[in-house]
């Protein structure tokens, strides 16, 4: 008897030295706990955590508890670790949809890699005491039935992925994601035509990035990142300094590049909805109207591969369910699976796209290069690995190094230091920038320059602790707000300045089209950018419409936001309204909605008009 106690006290005691290292990271800073401190506080506490039935389940075996009670104490960490979802899903969401969301396939999987830390254990002790010539010390019945759950384990997580996420949207999305009343579907031949078809159009790069936010890079100024490329692209460009998407999330926002609309109109509204061959590119444009086209890299939309049409080359990838893999990525082409044929895939996909470059020079080409890079896991190339080792990063306040673990973040995956996280975060902006800086030497190399229209931007922004938050999804500056560089020399825009317009990631097919010579369609609904490049005073919105729409397992809300040049008005699903003067505040942190209500309703009502916009 006097052994259970003392294996309860055992266990019990561990799990509440778990709790007070959980209230030091989360409260740390404010408790003058430095940052070495906290980083040595989290590296026990996630070791313990996530190891807790390698150690738990011994103590509670020597202690002589029963198999029931040895699985139960060594599980209860995680699981008292997993319900701290609960009170950060009832910030945002109703009991029963909170109640949903914590019974993921993610979280399953958690409860998965425990239960084999638990077999794990079982048998260590078992060979120990075997060797020790005690016995086996039970039938191991229970044991066993956890090893058979653990062999259906990842058969019953995969299987429940499809289920509950359909389950989720018809019990509590129902009038959230409709689909496109109609799709517009193959270009009818003879729409694309160009206002001058004597004269050859520019060539048309666009290069897009992944999880880039708008300040990692040189030319913003950042601390320590080098971007050489992108420094030169915005020294002989035009910088966009307030480029932002539409919805903070990579299939959404691919999307509205691709097709220049709203979810509301292309159907991919996060990343779970599928994308639909019925949906037209401005790709699709540019082929008929003479254009050579390609498409190489990221795609990472769901459903099934495309029949991109107008696009006469296909490189891409389905690894890891479109994301992809950082080295050795499998590759695509034209519907035929391919090896990759260089380690770093942002490498190999330069390749590809000056492969494709030198054989499709004698009309005009548009070639839309879609990175995988900065995308987690964050890795650079081999040169890049160790750029940034010794930088100082300065934390967001309220946040500490491992934010990336706590308040339901764990969801992320991500088991670094939130510092180590931002230095392999900032080298693979590093990596990514050099393999930019070989498509811009090509174009001066191959005297295509001068009337090449190259664009960059990325898919979304990324917050690294702001608000105590990591990823993006969030309607913050940091998370929406991309980088948008664009270089034409022909077009007679003075090179090095920079634009404070409102644009979106929906403003790039009109914009590329209209270079292109075409009339912008009307079902389009983002607004071609010409106009600023000569005029820095221009503007071709007042106001920008944001929305994202919950995909669980992630814990982000929906949200909708309007963003004016001065002010940002942010709507949450089960939370108060946000209000923030973007002048006087750029970090966001004063919501001034309660005390200036005249200025709130009035953006609430624009909100609600251009989501009405939107729609239609």
């Known amino acids: 008897m006097t052994g259970h106690i003392l294996g309860w006290l055992t266990v019990l005691s ?11 990271l989360d409260h740390g800073p404010g408790l003058g706990i430095g940052d070495g401190a906290l980083r040595t506080i989290g590296r026990v506490y996630f070791a313990l955590l996530l190891g807790a039935p390698l150690f738990v389940y011994p103590f509670a075996w020597r202690a002589g508890l029963p198999a029931a009670a040895r699985i139960f104490l060594s599980l209860l960490p995680g699981f008292l670790w997993w319900l701290t979802e609960i009170p950060v899903r009832l910030h945002w969401h109703s009991v029963p949809e909170a109640l949903w969301l914590v019974g993921s396939p993610l979280n399953l999987a958690h409860l998965y890699l425990s239960l084999v830390a638990v077999v794990l254990a079982d048998l260590g002790c078992r060979t120990g005491a075997a060797i020790g010539g005690r016995g086996l010390g039970f039938r191991g019945k229970p044991t066993l039935a956890v090893a058979a759950g653990i062999a259906l384990g990842p058969v019953l997580v995969l299987g429940s992925i499809q289920p509950f996420l359909n389950g989720y949207q018809a019990l509590f999305q129902r009038d959230l994601l409709p689909m496109p009343a109609s799709f517009p579907g193959p270009l009818p031949a003879g729409s694309a035509v160009r206002a001058n078809p004597a004269e050859r159009p520019p060539n048309l790069v666009f290069i897009l990035s992944d999880d880039h936010r708008w300040d990692f890079a040189g030319y913003e100024g950042h601390p320590f990142i080098e971007t050489p490329s992108l420094d030169r692209l915005a020294a002989e460009g035009v910088r966009f300094s307030r480029g932002y998407v539409t919805s903070s999330l990579c299939s959404p926002s691919r999307a509205s590049f691709l097709t220049g609309t709203y979810p509301h109109r292309h159907g991919v509204w996060n990343n779970f909805t599928p994308w639909s061959d019925e949906n037209r590119t401005f790709l699709e444009y540019l082929s008929q109207a003479g254009y050579a086209t390609a498409f190489v890299g990221k795609w990472h939309m769901p459903g099934k591969l495309p029949d991109l049409r107008g696009v006469d080359h296909f490189v891409t990838f389905t690894h890891v369910g479109g994301q992809g893999v950082y080295e050795w990525c499998p590759l695509v082409v034209n519907g035929r699976e391919e090896a990759s044929r260089t380690r770093y895939i942002a490498t190999e996909l330069t390749d590809r796209a000056l492969a494709w470059l030198d054989t499709n020079q004698d009309r005009p080409f548009a070639l839309y ?14 040169p890049e690995r160790d750029r940034y080792a010794e930088a100082s990063v300065e934390l967001p306040p309220g946040t500490h190094p491992w934010s990336v673990m706590t308040d339901a973040q764990y969801a992320h995956l991500n088991l670094r230091p939130l510092g180590d996280s931002v230095r392999r975060y900032a ?4 990596s990514l920038d050099r393999e930019i800086g070989r498509v811009l030497d090509y174009l001066a190399a191959h005297g295509l320059e001068e009337n090449t229209v190259v664009l960059y931007t990325s898919d979304n922004g990324y917050l690294w602790g702001e608000h105590g938050l990591v990823d993006k999804r969030w309607a913050y500056e940091e998370s929406i707000r991309v980088p948008f560089l664009l270089r034409y020399p022909a077009s007679g825009h003075v090179p090095g300045t920079s634009r404070d317009a409102l644009i979106a990631n929906v403003d790039v097919a009109p914009t590329l089209l209209d270079l292109a010579g075409l009339a912008v369609p009307e079902r389009m609904q983002g607004r071609s950018l010409t106009p600023l490049l000569r005029d820095p005073g221009a503007s071709v919105r007042d106001a920008l419409f944001y929305a994202y729409y919950d995909e669980p397992p992630y814990p982000a809300p929906s949200v909708q936001a309007v963003v004016t040049p001065r002010y940002k008005y942010v709507k949450y699903d089960g939370r108060p309204a946000q209000l923030f003067d973007l002048e ?11 005390g200036n209500a005249p200025l709130a309703a009035a953006l609430a009502e624009r909100l609600h008009a251009l989501g009405d916009e939107a729609a239609r």
């Open 427 to 430: 080298a693979a902006v590093t």
């Open 369 to 382: 290069l879609s990175h995988k890079s900065v995308h987690s896991d964050f890795t650079p190339d081999e």
């Open 14 to 24: 561990v799990s509440g030295l778990l709790g007070l290292m959980a209230l030091a």
């Open 584 to 594: 006087a505040d750029p970090g966001e942190q004063t919501n001034r909605a309660a």
